[in-house]
């Protein structure tokens, strides 16, 4: 098992930047895959950017250009740069670790934190 902390962030104006920051209780180095997505209100979860062991990375259409995706291994710790933001980047934003291990598939969500973007 392992617990996700999500923290960063707030209230933030039409073209700024946030960093989120989600860290893990034991080490990341094995997972699979380490994602953020988020979910607005009214409407579902959605991806927003993961990230392979290998460091492979992928980003929703809404999001490339302007979000990055990262890992810190060594403080067990993923991160998510946001910049250009948009209202519709509300939401709040959730922390995710897949873990497949003998064929059978973990997922791990951390609580989430509020992202507000508004003049």
């Known amino acids: 098992q392992v617990q996700l902390v999500e923290s960063g962030g707030g209230l933030v104006q039409p073209g700024g930047s946030l960093r989120l920051s989600c860290a893990a209780s034991?080490?990341?180095?094995?997972?699979?895959?380490m994602g953020w997505y988020r979910q607005a209100p009214g409407k579902e979860r959605e991806l927003v950017a993961t990230?392979?062991?290998?460091?492979?990375?992928n980003y929703a259409d809404s999001v490339k250009g302007r979000f990055t995706i990262s890992r810190d291994s060594a403080k067990n710790t993923v991160y998510l740069q946001m910049n250009s933001l948009k209202p519709e980047d509300t939401a709040v934003y959730y922390c995710?670790?897949?873990?497949?291990?003998?064929?059978?598939?973990?997922?791990?969500w951390g609580q989430g934190t509020q992202v507000t973007v508004s003049s």
């Open positions: 034991r080490s990341i180095f094995s997972v699979n895959v």
């Open positions: 995710n670790a897949h873990w497949v291990v003998g064929g059978a598939q973990y997922d791990y």
């Open positions: 990230m392979t062991s290998l460091a492979f990375t």
